[in-house]
């Protein structure tokens, strides 16, 4: 409607003019080379408009003549633009369907209709990756790496070649290249996050970790600082202890459940008489993630204190979490250190009916100190053979005597503690030769029970602790026979199954009778 009144005012004006003009008529005269021209002023006015429409209409014809050239040039650039287009189209969906041949007859037609153009780049170095060659795929993210809007798709692309020909130095030196940009992608900065962790360079994974703290979940950034701050106050305790104290007081700060952080804190906190709060730092682990680690740490706050302090102690760490196997583990130990056999028993008698190895182990030498009994003996150390395992730090399917910041694939806090895959739902004979040992409890078990054999029971299975604690072990024993801890980037396929061993099997009469051996 505005737009209907708009026109019709428009119109109004106009004729207003017009009939102005009408009614106030003049003369027009042009004097020029002695001609003498007379005229009104509307035909003035009509012969000035079409004389300006006539010059208008000459330029655009002698313009259209002058660039006629740059049009002709312009039409046929986008021409081979739009065939180049359609050739890179062809190129990556037959990419995707897995065609190489056409992929390669397209990449070579993009590559010569549009040179230069990063997606006809990306086409030739995905065709050269399909045809398996390397030296094509490279010199093509090479090229991207010099342009500004394909850097950092050249630098992934230079990186995941480097990690195919397991170049290490070279994949480094392009994840550090593209964490320099501002934002870093995700993928660089974790990789350079793994490279400073698996040489050990705590300062600079510190580092390479605040780079990459926008990416990252607080909780998330929060935990890998911790880590990272336990692993440098570890490497530091022999050299420096109040850096390293610093760092690991820190790293509990940022995460309370840490174990090694808590541990680690609380064993410096005592050294330098602050037993108060090295003892509040434990307590406040103990009860988010009960760990003997922890509870050891907590029996020796004091190192003057006698034994049966420390099982007051260990009473009152077990009573903050009520329940858990750990706490009846400490406070058991501590009560055989001081011949308390009854409390020592009464800790562990929820856990008897389904024993684990170590509660089987430890029930054996509550019987040698308390009785002798080599009977009684030889039986806790046959349950400990088929006894469930116990959680160990395990991790990519190792398991480790200690923590360790970095799994042997390189990832960061990868360890954690928990009964390996390969031990969960297990079962086994009474006392079974041929059956797979996976764990250092079945270890310590199997070679008291060959102690046992050959010496009285009074020393048999202290001989055989002895033994395992003075063996070296090694601080990464891979599982032979399952995989653990697949991570979070892959899946088990099927359940672990355990390998069958390699010792000749034995008929059940003769396992029957070594028992009496």
């Known amino acids: 409607m505005i737009r209907v009144i708009q026109f019709l005012v428009a119109v109004a004006v106009l004729a207003a003019g017009v009939a102005w003009i009408a009614d106030r008529p003049g003369d027009v005269a042009i004097i020029w080379m002695g001609y003498r021209i007379e005229t009104s002023v509307v035909v003035a006015a009509l012969a000035v408009a079409a004389l300006v429409l006539l010059v208008m209409f000459a330029w655009s014809v002698v313009r259209g003549i002058l660039r006629s050239p740059e049009q002709v040039s312009l039409f046929f650039r986008h021409r081979r633009a739009i065939k180049g287009y359609l050739a890179i189209t062809r190129g990556l969906i037959a990419v995707g369907a897995g065609d190489l041949r056409?992929?390669?007859?397209?990449?070579?037609?993009?590559?010569r209709l549009s040179p230069g153009d990063p997606l006809a780049l990306l086409l030739t170095a995905q065709s050269a990756q399909m045809a398996g060659d390397r030296g094509e795929a490279e010199r093509a993210f090479r090229e991207m790496t010099t342009r500004d809007d394909t850097k950092l798709l050249g630098l992934r692309g230079l990186y995941i070649e480097a990690q195919r020909r397991d170049d290490a130095h070279a994949a480094r030196l392009a994840a550090e290249e593209a964490a320099k940009t501002s934002p870093a992608p995700g993928w660089a900065g974790q990789a350079v996050l793994d490279y400073r962790c698996s040489a050990a360079d705590w300062g600079g994974a510190l580092d390479a970790l605040d780079h990459m703290k926008g990416a990252l979940e607080r909780t998330e950034y929060r935990r890998k600082r911790a880590?990272?701050?336990?692993?440098?106050?570890?490497?530091?305790?022999?050299?420096?202890?109040?850096?390293?104290?610093?760092a690991v007081l820190e790293a509990v700060k940022l995460a309370p459940d840490l174990v090694p952080a808590a541990a680690l804190a609380g064993r410096r906190l005592a050294e330098s008489g602050e037993t108060r709060k090295?003892?509040?730092?434990?307590?406040?682990?103990?009860?988010?993630?009960?760990?003997?680690?922890?509870?050891e740490t907590y029996a020796n706050l004091r190192l003057g204190d006698s034994a049966r302090e420390r099982l007051a102690r260990m009473k009152k760490l077990a009573d903050k979490v009520p329940g858990q196997l750990e706490g009846a583990l400490a406070v058991s130990h501590a009560a055989l250190d001081v011949h308390e056999f009854a409390s020592a028993r009464a800790a562990l008698t929820p856990y008897l009916s389904a024993p684990t190895r170590r509660v089987a182990t430890l029930m054996?030498?509550?019987e040698e100190t308390e009785h002798g009994d080599e009977g009684r003996v030889r039986e806790w150390m046959g349950r400990a053979m088929r006894a469930s395992g116990d959680p160990v730090w395990t991790a990519d399917?190792?398991?480790?005597?200690?923590?360790?910041?970095?799994?042997p694939t390189g990832r960061l806090d990868g360890f954690a503690w928990k009964v390996p895959l390969a031990e969960i739902g297990k079962s086994r004979p009474v006392i079974e030769l041929t059956s797979p040992i996976g764990a250092d409890g079945a270890a310590a078990a199997l070679e008291a029970r060959s102690q046992l054999r050959s010496q009285p029971a009074r020393k048999s299975a202290k001989s055989a602790r002895a033994a395992a604690k003075a063996k070296p072990v090694e601080a990464v024993i891979p599982l032979v026979h399952a995989p653990d801890d697949p991570g979070p980037d892959s899946a088990l396929e099927s359940d672990p199954v355990p390998e069958t061993s390699s010792l000749p099997p034995q008929a059940p009469w003769q396992r029957f009778m070594q028992l009496f051996r």
């Open 227 to 246: 880590v990272l701050l336990t692993a440098r106050a570890l490497a530091l305790e022999e050299i420096d202890r109040d850096a390293a104290r610093v």
């Open 102 to 111: 056409i992929a390669r007859k397209s990449a070579d037609e993009a590559a």
């Open 364 to 366: 054996a030498e509550i």
């Open 278 to 295: 090295a003892g509040k730092i434990l307590e406040a682990a103990w009860k988010l993630n009960p760990h003997p680690d922890i509870a």
């Open 397 to 407: 399917g190792v398991v480790s005597e200690r923590w360790l910041p970095v799994t």
